[in-house]
């Protein structure tokens, strides 16, 4: 199976030509096994489209990719903690693990206005059984914001 | 303003067109004062994409109808409580208003598997300033269900 680093560094490429390319500095990466099944980044302004969160874009991938609703078995890289948007997502098509790099917290001091709710503390009201494990590549996951923030003259 | 009334009249006929083309009973509309920017169904399984849950297809639907990823003033009418998925993209487009019909509980009752988060829950969790009005035609949403169930062989 792709370790966990491994397909965060993934997540991470992804956001970084996301950065470049004047998106939001997230990233997702999905995997089942060793095999990679999609890395991307956030497209909301790239599709004028409020859900295309990372972890959204990565799944919808996915999805077409597998020709499935159901992603079982697949580990999921997310570059920040997912929102409650995209945590159910993730339960909805039943993957197995999602790790994620930056908090929730630290997308907030980075300037990015979030829902407030912890991707755990979700999981947990909902009874879902996705596993969900923190900090990971947490530093270098906290650094996109700050090279988005290098490459965005005007913070959105 | 079109009342909550007449849009979750155009969220139940949109639902039960997807009824008729084999797709999961639920559907969305969204308006801005009298203008009906869009009303669909469930595409999950039409798109083979586990997030076209409806409120999320209405609001891709409706961020490309305006170009803007903010749909501010935008009222919503879904035929079942939003799901934590959907209440936080409901959230995320800042609309004003978001009516439902049928509760989660309805739907577990109707065999649906939900993530059992009230949506008025997520919304205090998260300090969103997002409307949330139930109970509205919730037995013609209730009646979805049944009329599913009926034309659906295998539940799904």
Not at 62 to 70: D, G, L, Q, R, V
Request: hydrophobic content about 40%; glycine content about 4%.
């Amino acid at each position: 199976m792709i370790s966990a680093d491994t397909l965060m560094q993934l997540a991470i490429d992804a956001a970084k030509q996301g950065i470049t390319r004047g998106q939001s500095p997230f990233g997702c990466a999905i995997a089942i096994g060793e095999r990679v099944i999609t890395a991307t980044h956030n497209h909301v302004l790239a599709h004028t489209d409020i859900t295309a969160h990372a972890e959204i874009h990565a799944l919808r991938l996915a999805c077409k990719e597998e020709n499935s609703i159901f992603l079982e078995n697949a580990h999921v890289a997310a570059t920040c903690e997912p929102c409650p948007m995209c945590m159910a997502a993730l339960h909805w098509a039943r993957v197995d693990t999602v790790y994620y790099g930056a908090s929730i917290s630290d997308a907030e001091k980075a300037g990015f206005n979030e829902l407030n709710v912890p991707a755990q503390q979700l999981l947990q009201l909902g009874n879902s059984p996705v596993k969900l494990i923190k900090n990971i590549r947490q530093e270098d996951c906290k650094a996109l914001f700050t090279e988005w923030r290098h490459n965005t003259p005007m913070p959105y």
